[in-house]
């Protein structure tokens, strides 16, 4: 738990774990785990919610870990829904590992588009608007891989991913779209920074997020990562 009130709690996914299910896994979910996790608490009571289930208004991939943002009541997850709509209210920031000396920063904006049947995304004038801001953090002693930071100003699937692989920055491990590396089986893609502006005084069940910064640490396998690549 990175975050709590009465009205939303922040919690950080590790790697592998589905925000909520899908045909292939309904039980172990980040979904049910909060759930379960303020049932306990006495403050979440399936049998006299007939509407209303404690929910996630961000969704991280399986393989991408970090802050997940949950409403813990109807009205607060009606309040964060809107928010987050309202894209200057919240700024998303990840953390990845990409091939490449990165830096200076950059912007990249385009169009993207999905192909359902191969579940890839690609470049294309028929696609959604993207836009992502990304950062220099740290170049390895090698200067062959870089540790950005990438603010998501949208967030559209696989948008991070995509992006920088389109600027020669394949993000390591990412058997779709980036570059493999001994021992990676997977992106290391951490959403590890929520930044709140000043929250109106109608989003009456979010005043607790004002102004605040909520961080999560890196993950042991990006550390791990970084320390074998920076040697």
């Given amino acids: ?5 009465d009205n939303v ?13 899908d045909s292939h896994e309904k039980k172990n979910t980040l979904m049910n785990q909060v759930c379960g996790y303020l049932q306990d608490r006495g ?3 399936p049998a006299h919610e007939k509407t209303f289930t404690p929910s996630p208004v961000n969704r991280l991939d399986r393989n991408t870990t970090g802050l997940v943002i949950f409403g813990k009541t109807a009205e607060s997850l009606r309040q964060l829904t809107k928010l987050i709509r309202e894209r200057e209210r919240i700024s998303k920031y990840y953390i990845t590992i990409v091939a490449g000396r990165f830096s200076k920063p950059l912007t990249i904006e385009d169009s993207l ?3 359902e049947e ?12 993207a836009k992502s801001i990304v ?4 170049v390895s002693k090698n200067g062959r891989y870089s540790i950005v930071e990438v603010e998501l100003v949208t967030g559209r699937t696989h948008q991070i991913r995509v992006h920088l692989a389109g600027k020669g920055y394949p993000l390591i491990g990412d058997s779709k779209y980036g570059v493999k590396y001994p021992g990676i089986t997977t992106q290391l893609l951490h959403a ?11 989003y009456y069940a979010l005043q607790g997020l004002s102004g605040l910064e909520i961080k999560a640490g890196k993950s042991e396998n990006f550390e791990r990562t970084w320390e074998k690549i920076n040697r």
């Avoid at 738990?1 to 009130?5: F, K, Q, R, T, W």
């Avoid at 709690?9 to 299910?21: D, Q, R």
């Avoid at 590890?192 to 109608?202: A, H, N, S």
């Fill in 43 to 45: 403050e979440y009571d």
């Fill in 192 to 202: 590890y920074r929520l930044v709140f502006g000043e929250i109106p005084q109608e």
């Fill in 113 to 115: 588009a999905k192909t």
């Fill in 118 to 129: 191969t579940n890839r995304v690609q470049i294309s004038e028929k696609g959604q608007n």
């Fill in 9 to 21: 709690i922040i919690v950080e996914k590790p790697w592998g774990l589905l925000t909520h299910g």
């Fill in 135 to 138: 950062r220099p953090l740290e």
């Fill in 1 to 5: 738990i990175a975050y709590e009130d």
